[in-house]
């Protein structure tokens, strides 16, 4: 089976602006988590979908949203970014919800 | 809200030595997973563990499950320079999310 893939793979963004990065799943798998990694702060959980519904939702401003497709594929938007929002955002898939979790490559944003 | 520590932060040994990372949480959890990740690289799942005093292995590595299911620790027996990356530990409980440990981050020395 093909990973997780993340689309873009790198970002640079000026401060003000949004994105909006891409996941796809592994097939089959209905549950897709989102995670934000910087070298201080390790992984910290931005929120989980499963079924087109969010499941869980980590303590990150209203700025941080995602969404899920009724093929499973997600996307999360990031508006008015901020200099601290440059960090490597991970995406994981699992084939049932609160079970192992296969991360893609992950989308390196740069806000400048 | 629940938290999961893992210690140590960083651990550095000589090739051949053997390495242990030590997860805590501060809830009984169902279950844990262990991830790896290489420099530059994103998380790779190694293994989870379900029951109370689970031990598994997998060839040089070795996972246990504490009784109570609030800790899990991975040895690592003659370490190599394959070994290098940030170890990290995810505790999950039935009604929400895993939460991941901040990782140890293993260096080997040839």
């Known amino acids: 089976k093909a990973g997780v893939t993340q689309t873009p793979r790198y970002l640079i963004k000026t401060r003000g602006q949004q994105v909006t990065l891409s996941c796809s799943p592994i097939s089959g798998h209905r549950s897709v988590s989102w995670y934000q990694q910087t070298p201080g702060q390790g992984l910290q959980f931005l929120f989980e979908y499963f079924s087109e519904t969010q499941r869980n939702k980590g303590n990150f401003p209203g700025r941080f949203s995602g969404r899920q497709f009724s093929n499973s594929r997600s996307e999360m938007n990031v508006s008015t970014l901020e200099l601290g929002d440059s960090a490597l955002y991970l995406c994981a898939s699992s084939p049932r919800v609160r079970n192992e979790q296969y991360f893609g490559p992950g989308t390196r944003l740069t806000v400048t | 809200g629940q938290q999961v520590m893992q210690i140590p932060q960083y651990q550095h040994v000589q090739e051949g030595e053997d390495f242990t990372t030590y997860c805590n949480s501060s809830t009984t959890l169902s279950n844990i997973q262990w991830y790896k990740q290489r420099p530059g690289g994103h998380p790779v799942f190694l293994i989870q563990?379900?029951?109370?005093?689970e031990v598994k292995k997998q060839k040089r590595l070795t996972f246990q499950f504490g009784e109570a299911k609030k800790n899990s620790s991975l040895h690592i027996t003659a370490t190599q320079t394959t070994d290098v990356g940030t170890y990290f530990c995810a505790g999950g409980v039935d009604a929400g999310k895993s939460t991941f440990g901040d990782g140890t981050t293993l260096t080997v020395k040839p």
């Open positions: 563990l379900v029951k109370s005093g």
